[in-house]
């Protein structure tokens, strides 16, 4: 893609503006870190645009604190408070349906994390937000907690301008071959190879 141009246009019957503006599925996936942080800044974009943001987190325990949670918090006030950027909602463990790290079986984890879509797919066809990140929701669909089929079927007829990035290792081929953009990290060098632990600003 030199210079940002397509090297082919379909013949789609779609202008150029109007298949340049249609709503994308992006799966960041693969064993290295950076998904969630690329999925962030995606987010960050979507802000600054007037967009919704919606982000459901669906691992992070209730007591991992994020330097973007709070970052995306105080953006959310201040669109309320100025109207710049546009409206915020985060949820994750602890708020709502989330469901890692607390008491209960893994049947108990599995139907909290089924809500929690259930609750995100009665937001798409709502056309709640203009933006999703779903963080870290490849693991309930591995772990066969979420059907993906379903999700594809949701995502795929959603109403709508509405964006969806979903982020995790090991991302279903069926969420693979559905997605508009798909983004594999992978590890080239890690300061963990060389016994060094995550640090604040780098890993939360």
């Keep these: 893609m030199p210079q940002g141009q397509p090297t082919s246009v379909p013949t789609d019957g ?17 064993p290295m870190k ?12 979507g802000w600054n645009q007037g967009w919704d943001i919606g982000v459901f987190q669906f691992v992070k325990s209730a007591k991992w604190k994020v330097g973007e949670e709070a970052a995306f918090r105080a953006l959310g006030e201040l669109h309320e408070s100025t109207g710049q950027g ?3 909602q985060w949820h994750k463990m602890g708020e709502g349906w989330s469901w ?9 984890h599995a ?3 089924l809500e929690g879509w259930r609750e995100i797919a009665r937001r798409i066809a709502d056309q709640r937000h203009g933006l999703y990140v779903l963080d870290e929701f490849t693991y309930p669909l591995k ?15 959603r109403p709508g301008h509405q964006h969806v990035v979903i982020t995790g290792r090991d991302a279903p081929q069926a969420l693979v ?7 594999e990290m992978t590890k080239v060098k890690h300061p963990m190879d060389a016994g060094q632990k995550g640090q604040r600003g780098i890993e939360w």
């Design 34 to 45: 950076g998904k969630s942080t690329a999925a962030f800044g995606l987010a960050l974009r």
């Design 100 to 108: 890692s790290r607390k008491a209960g079986t893994e049947e108990d």
């Design 177 to 183: 071959d559905a997605a508009d953009l798909v983004v």
């Design 111 to 113: 139907a909290a994390a």
């Design 143 to 157: 772990w066969g907690w979420i059907d993906v089929d379903e999700v594809v079927e949701v995502l795929a007829n």
């Design 86 to 88: 546009g409206p915020v």
């Design 14 to 30: 779609l202008t150029t503006r109007q298949r340049r503006n249609r709503p994308l599925l992006v799966v960041h996936t693969g």
